[in-house]
């Protein structure tokens, strides 16, 4: 199935590039069997892509409903991935490339979406407020320095579109204010240098 693209993809060195072709192929087959089955890319693939490829991470994180998970592991099984763990984690030889779907629950807002045309199809991504929140909250409870190099990258990059009353809040919410402001001076010190 789609083996000339699964070909084409499996020719792209840009992971950013890849991630793209790759989710909107997913996205193509799955609107071809339900209209609603729409993978939201989200996690350190999501970083990947708001970072413009700064940040490189090893699989493609998607959250999905319940649902819909048999159709998007039917897919995945039909383009040559294996199941290597549970449920969760697919993989692709071929491509070198893992699939993971960790919940069916977003942590954010689904009005904050991201849509990414590629081709003649989308891609759905947690919006950045949201990525910045799961960032945030990493670096501060869990002292991820990682996380917080991330958070810096993607706020410098996209200052100017960031929902701050949005963005604010949910950091309240989550106890991250402080990290927030943290994070908003090193992202404005990174752009001025």
């Known amino acids: 199935m789609n083996s000339e693209v699964i070909k084409k993809i499996q020719e792209i060195k840009d992971p950013v590039e890849k991630l793209l072709q790759f989710m909107a192929l997913l996205n193509e087959e799955l609107k071809k069997k339900d209209i609603l089955a729409k993978p ?5 693939s999501a970083v990947l892509v708001y970072s413009l490829g700064g940040h490189l991470t090893q699989d493609i994180d998607v959250i999905i ?9 039917d897919v995945l099984a039909d383009f040559g991935f294996e ?26 807002s689904m009005d904050k979406i991201t849509t990414v045309e590629v081709g003649n199809s989308e891609v ?8 910045l929140i799961d960032r ?8 991820y ?4 190099a991330q958070a810096i990258s993607i706020l410098s990059i996209y200052k ?7 963005l604010e809040k949910r950091a309240k ?8 402001q943290e994070i908003k001076e090193k992202a404005e010190n990174l752009s001025v240098n």
Request: glycine share 8%.
């Open 83 to 108: 199941n290597i763990s549970g449920h969760r984690h697919w993989y692709h030889k071929e491509l070198d490339l893992a699939i993971e779907m960790p919940g069916d629950i977003l942590a954010g």
């Open 173 to 180: 919410e989550e106890l991250v204010l402080d990290k927030l």
């Open 124 to 131: 759905y991504f947690i919006g950045i407020e949201d990525i």
């Open 40 to 44: 939201i890319v989200v996690g350190g």
């Open 65 to 73: 409903s319940d649902r819909h998970r048999q159709l998007v592991k």
């Open 160 to 166: 100017d579109n960031i929902d701050w009353t949005y």
């Open 136 to 143: 945030m909250c990493a670096a501060k409870h869990w002292k």
């Open 145 to 148: 320095d990682r996380d917080e």
